[in-house]
């Protein structure tokens, strides 16, 4: 509502891949006392229908592109999926040119 200006007609879904954070979300107990006030709103959410909570696995959590240091594989496939078109340049898989040769020994980094 505070993005569009207009009024919502049905709840917002907010995937999460944190199961216990979900059920005491969805169903929190008197015992949950302990925690600070400010960390019930979601429970307030989704008790009053403003959000619905969905499980989603972590690999498929696409906004881990925006809140994690991923490989360069899973990074273009969120690029993909979020931005819906080809992943960006320095999103794509680089494959390593074959010189032939071995690879040169490395030496140990000297800290001056």
């Known amino acids: 509502e505070e993005l ?3 009024a919502l007609c049905e709840p917002t879904l ?3 891949d944190n199961q216990p954070a979900q059920r005491v979300a969805e169903h929190a107990a008197s015992r949950m006392r302990h925690i600070l006030v400010k960390y019930h709103y979601i429970r307030e ?3 009053t229908k ?3 909570l969905s499980y989603l696995a972590t690999e498929h959590m696409i906004a881990d592109l925006l ?3 991923l ?4 990074t273009a ?3 993909t999926m979020l931005f819906d ?3 960006l340049p320095g999103c794509q898989p680089r494959a390593r040119p074959h010189s032939g040769r071995s690879p040169r020994p490395s030496t140990p980094r000297q800290d001056l």
């Open 4 to 6: 569009t200006g207009a």
């Open 14 to 16: 907010v995937h999460t």
């Open 45 to 47: 959410c989704v008790d």
């Open 50 to 52: 403003r959000i619905v």
């Open 67 to 69: 809140t994690k240091i």
């Open 71 to 74: 490989p360069r594989p899973k």
């Open 77 to 79: 496939q969120f690029c």
């Open 85 to 87: 078109q080809r992943p």
